[in-house]
């Protein structure tokens, strides 16, 4: 406890200690001519004479601690406290006379005296300013806002003494330079913004006007901060990745770009150990020659080097073609002890959407000059106000039902094309009449033309209804495109017998390109199907069947063949415990058994001749968890059916299949967003990114991802500088 001598001589450096936004008092009379200048701190030796001066006037009223004291005999006239330490600080009568203020935060009780000089505020400020309150530590990191920041006091020209602004119901936030070069990095991260920008005159302007005392800061220094958050993200998540108990699927995407380098994008696919399927972008690698057969294979190593994954691969994914040379380059890079499991379809795989965008060109390039007809019509009625009109107006007349609005196609998204044509074939009626009312309108489409686009329409809807699901569904998974992929090659073969010359051509090219697919990748479908408990291997064999007729035999063998095979490898692997207890190791591998009655723990302990016994009492023809699981009867066919949940739930079951299961039903059967499952034009890098640096493409892109899937939380400290 300080004595009144030792508060009055307060030194200096006692001085600098105390906050800066402590807020200073003054009497009543010096209240109401307190100047603009008020809110300057005064010096060490201006304090120290005021408190002298106090300390020696026993008579005046005592203004001390920033606290006005009031005789006792009237509470009712006592003033508000001022003190900044009452907002986190309760004033606890103890006994008669004894008053002590208690933490708001910790609870902590501290000697506290009215109209005293010892035990006033100067004890419970530093407690606030000097971080030895613990809670409100913590709330300081929750909220990312700092209340006390000790600094000197008078401050300099260059480092002003920061300045708190608050009201009664919100937080006091200091001005924190290195959390705003923080944001200003997350900004341009989330928005795709050009670093440039923070030299841009307008966006100086802007933010010197909404923060003064804020340097702007530079391009190289801006491209430092967005590298370092990357890297703050980029370690959280590698966090993530080793704690996955199973393997992990990648999907590659190649952009191009204007200077002819590629750029491919790294998607890593994996099921945590809560049975929720993640995906999140790993790398994007620059490569110079986009065109070469060694430029899949050299990204997917680099990933797997940077991100240790070279023992934890399962499968790949590409969205183009590749030669013999490229596939083989691939296959070492996947430790399976056979490459050639399934035919090799389950190491390597197309993806789904950019097939369906191939078979949706070409249909829209069968019907091209009758696409450009419809789409002139559209183009006529809806780039001017007074043709919609009359359109609209002969629409009511004609009382067309059609709820349809017209718009014009984005030629880079097939499916704008395909909903303009469903448009403009409900509203035909409207078309055929429309030249009668506008005599500026000469070039409508005749009825063959409008057979032409029902025919489109009719064939591009099996297309856009199985790449829709890419778009509606979060994780679209490889048993649903199993049967999407059967349904269409089903009608197609039922089709493609038309006497109509333009539906038999159609349906021709339709065919070929899914037969395509089907074959490179029907029988790693089929084993994502068999892990179904509502299918297992049934389905497979009814599709096979309706497919491929007296050969099917001959897939459903190598469909099964490969599932035993690759269950066999499972089983090398080392299991937690038994396999009856055995879990992905998450806790469930240390469960243990006590007998409810006479306590005893059931262990290994003792029980060896049990195993022993039933090892000689069971049948030598023991079946395995795989034929277990698919001789027991199906589930019935959910709607809503959770195939993940259902294995979390029956991991104790099948320890080892499930394992298995987790890594199969990982499988992407896409390696595109959802925003690109239309587009008809490979992604091309834009030209101001293509200018940057490769590490800094890859940390604005892999960060913004991460951001968005939340992988990290936003750090309280401040930024690694790096500068380029």
């Not at 909404?210 to 967005?226: A, H, I, K």
């Not at 009625?381 to 609005?405: A, C, D, I």
């Not at 014009?408 to 469903?422: A, H, K, P, S």
């Not at 569904?473 to 009608?491: D, G, K, L, M, Y």
Request: proline share 6%; net charge negative.
């Amino acid at each position: 406890m300080a004595t009144p001598v030792e508060e009055t001589m307060a030194t200096p450096i006692e001085d600098k200690m105390a906050t800066p936004v402590e807020e200073e008092m003054t009497t009543p009379i010096q209240d109401k001519m307190a100047t603009p200048d008020e809110d300057k701190m005064e010096t060490p030796d201006e304090e120290k004479t005021l408190a002298l001066t106090q300390y020696e006037d026993k008579t005046a009223t005592p203004y001390e601690n920033n606290e006005v004291a009031i005789p006792e005999a009237q509470p009712n006239k006592r003033r508000k406290k001022k003190s900044i330490v009452w907002e986190h600080f309760t004033i606890e009568t103890v006994s008669a006379g004894c008053r002590r203020a208690c933490c708001n935060q910790c609870k902590q009780s501290f000697a506290y005296s009215t109209g005293a000089k010892v035990a006033g505020t100067s004890h419970l400020k530093r407690h606030i300013a000097k971080g030895t309150c613990p809670a409100l530590l913590r709330n300081q990191n929750n909220s990312q806002s700092s209340p006390y920041t000790p600094s000197p006091r008078g401050g300099s020209s260059s480092n002003p003494p920061k300045r708190r602004y608050r009201t009664p119901s919100t937080p006091q936030i200091m001005f924190d330079p290195d959390r705003c070069r923080h944001e200003i990095a997350r900004m341009i991260i989330m928005h795709d913004y050009p670093l440039h920008m923070v030299e841009h005159p307008g966006f100086v302007a802007f933010v010197q006007n909404l923060q003064p005392r804020f340097n702007m800061v530079s391009f190289n220094t801006v491209q430092g901060d967005c590298v370092a958050t990357y890297l703050m993200e980029k370690q959280s998540l590698t966090k993530f990745i080793e704690g996955i108990p199973g393997r992990v699927c990648l999907t590659l995407d190649v952009w191009t770009s204007s200077q002819s380098v590629g750029y491919v994008f790294i998607t890593g696919h994996f099921i945590d150990a809560d049975w929720k399927l993640h995906r999140r972008l790993l790398n994007v690698v620059m490569e110079p020659y986009p065109d070469s057969d060694t430029v899949l294979s050299h990204a997917v190593a680099v990933c797997l080097h940077d991100w240790s994954l070279e023992s934890k691969l399962f499968s790949i994914t590409y969205d183009r073609p590749l030669s013999e040379a490229a596939l083989a380059n691939l296959r070492p890079l996947i430790p399976i002890k056979n490459p050639h499991i399934l035919n090799g379809q389950l190491l390597v795989g197309n993806c789904i959407a950019r097939t369906l965008s191939s078979i949706a060109t070409e249909v829209l390039a069968a019907g091209e000059d009758t696409v450009k007809k419809i789409r002139d019509s559209v183009k006529y009625v809806k780039t001017s106000e007074s043709h919609e009109e009359k359109f609209l107006e002969l629409k009511n007349q004609l009382q067309v039902p059609s709820e349809r609005t017209l718009s014009l196609d984005d030629q880079t998204q097939w499916n704008t094309t395909y909903e303009m044509l469903v448009a403009a074939s409900e509203l035909k009626e409207v078309f055929s009449c429309l030249d009668t009312s506008d005599s500026d309108y000469k070039h409508a489409p005749s009825l063959e033309d409008w057979k032409q686009v029902d025919t489109l329409c009719t064939y591009l809807k099996l297309i856009f209804d199985a790449a829709n699901i890419l778009t509606t569904t979060s994780n679209p998974t490889a048993v649903t495109f199993f049967h999407e992929v059967w349904r269409i090659q089903t009608e197609l073969v039922r089709t493609i017998t038309s006497e109509d010359p333009f539906i038999s051509s159609l349906t021709k090219v339709m065919q070929d390109r899914i037969e395509k697919y089907w074959k490179n990748c029907s029988l790693a479908l089929a084993t994502a199907v068999v892990m179904d408990p509502r299918f297992k291997m049934k389905l497979v064999e009814f599709s096979f069947n309706k497919i491929y007729g007296e050969e099917a035999p001959t897939f459903i063998k190598i469909v099964d063949d490969g599932i035993h095979e690759l269950f066999h490898e499972y089983l090398t692997l080392p299991l937690p415990l038994t396999p009856t207890y055995a879990d992905d190791g998450t806790g469930g591998a240390n469960v243990k058994t006590e007998d409810s009655q006479g306590g005893t723990l059931l262990t290994d302990n003792g029980l060896t001749d049990f195993d022993m016994y039933i090892m000689e009492t069971t049948s030598q023809q023991m079946k395995s968890e795989l034929d277990q699981y698919l001789d027991e009867s199906l589930l019935p066919r959910v709607h809503e059916f959770d195939v993940l949940g259902w294995w979390k739930l029956n991991k104790m079951k099948y320890p080892t299949l499930s394992k298995m299961a987790r890594d199969i039903l990982s499988i992407p059967v896409s390696t595109v967003p959802s925003e690109s499952v239309f587009d008809t034009v490979a992604k091309e890098m834009d030209q101001y990114r293509s200018s940057l640096r490769p590490e800094t493409v890859e940390a604005l892109i892999c960060a913004k991802d991460w951001m968005q899937h939340g992988s990290a939380e936003a750090p309280n400290n401040a930024l690694v500088r790096m500068e380029y």
